[in-house]
C-alpha cells in the first residue's frame, strides 16, 4: 500500500510521493556528485523548564522528505537518487514516556524512503557515498530577515561543503507548487474556509473575540485535523480591526464584541505544514451599516480586480496598483474621496488607507519563500517596498490576495497634516469613520495557466454576510 500521512478518517491523505517528487524535482537541477544535506528542526523548551512546544518541522525539511519527528537530518544523494533519512538513537528509557521507540525499518516504510541510520552514523554513511560536496543549505528569509540554519555535524570539516549552490534552486522549487501541493492547500484552504463559516454563524454582540476564535481552532482541529493553525489568530472587533497585527499575547482577542461592531477575523489552518490564511470581515450583529457597506465594498472591489487580471506574466506590483485603484475609485464614488486616482496614487493616499501590500506567496511558511531571490525583480523602493515580492506571476504559484481598507489614526493624522495628501479626503466623511477598525478580505489562490482559482470558499459579497448570518446566532 502506498505510504500517506493523515490525521486519521475522513481528513487528507498526504502521499509520502509528493515529497518523493520534490526530490525528484531537486535533483533534475544538481549534479552527480553532489549529495543535500538539511538537518531538520530540533525540540525546544520553554525557557530552562522541561516543558517542550509542540514539535513544528522546519519547512524546507518537510518540503524535502515530509518528516515529522524533531532531531533528524536527511540526505538526497543526485547520483544514486537514493534517500537517506537519519534519526536520533533514543535510549531505550525512552518508550517509558513517549511510547514504542520506531525501528529504521518502521521509519522506512512510514516516509517510503530508501535508507534509513542513526544520525550518529551520519559521518561514516556519508564518506561511504563519496561525494564531491555537501550541498547544505542557508539563505536569507526576506520577510522575517533571518536566515536559515545549516545543517552542521560532527566530521563535517572532511567533507567539502557547498552551502551556496542550493538554497536559491531550493527556495524556487517552493514557489511553483506541484500538483499533489496544490491538493494539500486545497484541502487546508477549505477547512479553514469552513471554520470561518463557523465562526459566522456562532458571532454575535456580547460575546469575547477569543469565543470566536476558539470555535475557528475548534473547526480546523476537529473536523479537518488541523492541530495547528498557521499564525497566531487575529479577532479584532470594532477599533481593534485597524491594529494590523492584533491578537498578540498583549491583545488577547479579549475585547467584546459591540452591536454595531465590524468584525475583522484573519485566521488560517495548518495542515502536514501546508498554510492555508483567510480573513473574513462582518458586522458582529449580522447586518452592515450603509457606512460600513461602502468600505466593505470598497475592498471587494480590490478583490475582485485582482481576481479579473492576475494571470502568467503579470507583475505583482502592478496587482497591488490595480487593486489600490479600484478600491480608491469606489470610496471616491462614494463621496469618502474627492480628486483624481491616479493623483491620489502619486501621492500616496493609497498608503494611508492600506499600509500592507497586496498579498504574499503561501505554502509551506504562511509568508513562503521565494519572494525576491536573485532572479527576481527587486524589493521595490518607495511606497511599493512592503510588497513581499515583486515577481511575475506564474502558473502553480499560489498566493494571497488581500486588499484592505482601515481608519488608523496615526496615518489619517499624518495625512490631515499633509496637505497634498489631505486634499484628497473629504474629512467631514472621513472622521465619521475614525474609531471604527477596517476591513480586509483575503483570499488564497492559485494561478493557472488562465487566470485564477480560488481555494478561499466563504460568504463575501454583503448579501452572502448577512444571509449566511441569518442562520446563527444574531436570528436564532
Ligand atoms: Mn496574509
Not at 533519512?85 to 530508501?114: N, R, S
Not at 549552490?165 to 514557489?175: G, H, M, Q, Y
Not at 480586509?440 to 466563504?458: A, K, Q, S
Request: charged residues 25%; proline residues 5%; negative net charge.
Amino acid at each position: 500500500m502506498a505510504a500517506f500521512w493523515s490525521m486519521g478518517p475522513g481528513t487528507f491523505e498526504v502521499p509520502m510521493s509528493l515529497f518523493a517528487k520534490n526530490r525528484q524535482r531537486l535533483s533534475e537541477k544538481l549534479q552527480s556528485g553532489q549529495i543535500v544535506l538539511l538537518q531538520g528542526g530540533e525540540d525546544i523548551s520553554h525557557y530552562d523548564t522541561d516543558i517542550q512546544y509542540v514539535f513544528r518541522q522546519e519547512a524546507y525539511f518537510t518540503w524535502l522528505c515530509g518528516v515529522k519527528e524533531p532531531g533528524c537530518y536527511f540526505a538526497l544523494d543526485v547520483k544514486t537518487k537514493k534517500a537517506h533519512l537519519f534519526v536520533p538513537h533514543l535510549p531505550d528509557e525512552y518508550e517509558v514516556w513517549m511510547g514504542k521507540l520506531l525501528t529504521c525499518d518502521q521509519f522506512k516504510k512510514i516516509y517510503a524512503v530508501d535508507e534509513v541510520h542513526y544520525v550518529e552514523e551520519l559521518a561514516s554513511v556519508l564518506k561511504s557515498l563519496n561525494p564531491e560536496a555537501l550541498l547544505t543549505l542557508t539563505g536569507p528569509n526576506t520577510d522575517s530577515g533571518l536566515t536559515a540554519k545549516e545543517a552542521v555535524f560532527e566530521g563535517i570539516d572532511e567533507f567539502t561543503v557547498d552551502n551556496e549552490t542550493l538554497f536559491p534552486i531550493i527556495a524556487e522549487l517552493r514557489v511553483i507548487k506541484t500538483p499533489e501541493e496544490i491538493e494539500v492547500m486545497r484541502y487546508v484552504c477549505k477547512v479553514s474556509s469552513d471554520a470561518h463559516k463557523q465562526v459566522m454563524l456562532y458571532a454575535k454582540p456580547g460575546l469575547k473575540e477569543y469565543q470566536c476564535e476558539s470555535v475557528f481552532l475548534d473547526h480546523c482541529y476537529r473536523i479537518g485535523g488541523c492541530r495547528h493553525v498557521s499564525y497566531t489568530c487575529i479577532c479584532g472587533s470594532g477599533q481593534n480591526a485597524a491594529t494590523l497585527h492584533y491578537g498578540h499575547a498583549a491583545a488577547p482577542n479579549s475585547k467584546i464584541i459591540e452591536d454595531g461592531d465590524l468584525c475583522l477575523f484573519d485566521m488560517g489552518g495548518n495542515y502536514a505544514g501546508y498554510a492555508a490564511d483567510i480573513t473574513c470581515t462582518f458586522p458582529g450583529n449580522g447586518k452592515f451599516t450603509n457606512d460600513q457597506k461602502l468600505v466593505y465594498e470598497a475592498v471587494l472591489a480590490a478583490r475582485d480586480a485582482v481576481v479579473r487580471e492576475a494571470k502568467p506574466g503579470v507583475l505583482w506590483t502592478d496587482m497591488h496598483l490595480t487593486a489600490n485603484r479600484s478600491m480608491l475609485q469606489h470610496l471616491k464614488d462614494g463621496g469618502l474621496l474627492l480628486g483624481d486616482v491616479e493623483e491620489m496614487i502619486e501621492n500616496g493616499v493609497n498608503a494611508i488607507l492600506q499600509p500592507h501590500g497586496l498579498g504574499h506567496l503561501i505554502g509551506l511558511d504562511v509568508h513562503d519563500v521565494g519572494g525576491y531571490l536573485p532572479h527576481c525583480p527587486p524589493r521595490p523602493e518607495g511606497p511599493l517596498a512592503r510588497l513581499r515580492t515583486a515577481r511575475r506571476l506564474q502558473a502553480g504559484m499560489l498566493l494571497t490576495i488581500e486588499p484592505g481598507c482601515y481608519f488608523i489614526d496615526k496615518l489619517l493624522d499624518r495625512a490631515k497634516a499633509n496637505p497634498t495628501q489631505a486634499r484628497f479626503f473629504d474629512w467631514s466623511r472621513v472622521e465619521k469613520y475614525r474609531g471604527c477598525g477596517g476591513v480586509r478580505i483575503e483570499d488564497d489562490v492559485l494561478i493557472t495557466e488562465n487566470g485564477v482559482e480560488n481555494f478561499t470558499f466563504v460568504p463575501r459579497t454583503v448579501a452572502e454576510i448577512e444571509e449566511h448570518m441569518a442562520n446563527g446566532a444574531n436570528f436564532k
